[in-house]
């Protein structure tokens, strides 16, 4: 297990992350260098931080609260799902007829679902599911994900091995 800042997976429209121009925040050189430190070891002490960026620790506390709160960013333990009792990780590919997004929407309400994104190409929606073992990933596709309307197929991708997991992408 390692703790490492991530840059949010989840965009809720209720939520108040964008600027007042409908656009993303607008992040300055000072705010991506911190989002940087905390890339590197999410546990840096702010104190640190300052030190590397040029402000006080609680300049530094203040912009990591505003990042947090604007969804910029998270700050989580990230950890092996085998080492934690999640003994099948799939990648689902699911084809939808109507409105992607309640779909969308629906597996995003769905514990086991990780990780929901909306794609083009060979299917509509790829969904990261995280499960117990094999019984417990045939109840969540079987059971859970095809019963949600306007589902029409999947396609599962069975993870064997985990080889990379980072959150490592630095900013622009």
């Known amino acids: 297990m390692h703790s490492g800042t991530v840059a949010s997976r989840s965009a809720d429209p209720r939520d108040s992350r964008e ?10 050189a000072v705010s991506l260098a911190i989002i940087e430190q905390l890339q590197e070891e999410g546990r840096r002490p702010y104190a640190a931080i300052g030190k590397a960026v040029g402000l006080s620790e609680a300049a530094v506390r203040q912009r990591v609260q505003k990042l947090l709160d604007q969804g910029v960013m998270q700050i989580v333990a990230v950890t092996d799902p ?11 590919g699911v084809n939808v007829e109507g409105d992607v997004e309640s779909v969308a929407d629906a597996l995003t309400a769905m514990d ?10 060979s299917f509509d929606l790829m969904v990261e599911i995280v499960c117990e073992d094999d019984d417990h990933l045939l109840e969540v596709i079987n059971r859970r994900i095809r019963a949600v309307p306007g589902v029409r197929s999947t396609e ?12 490592m992408w630095g900013t622009r």
Request: charged share 25%; hydrophobic share 35%; with cysteine.
């Open 82 to 92: 085998l080492t934690v009792g999640f003994r099948r990780q799939a990648m689902v």
């Open 112 to 121: 086991e679902c990780e990780y929901v994104v909306m794609t083009a190409g």
């Open 19 to 28: 600027s007042k121009n409908g656009g993303r925040p607008q992040l300055d």
């Open 156 to 167: 599962s991708f069975v993870y064997l091995k985990l080889k990379k997991q980072t959150y």
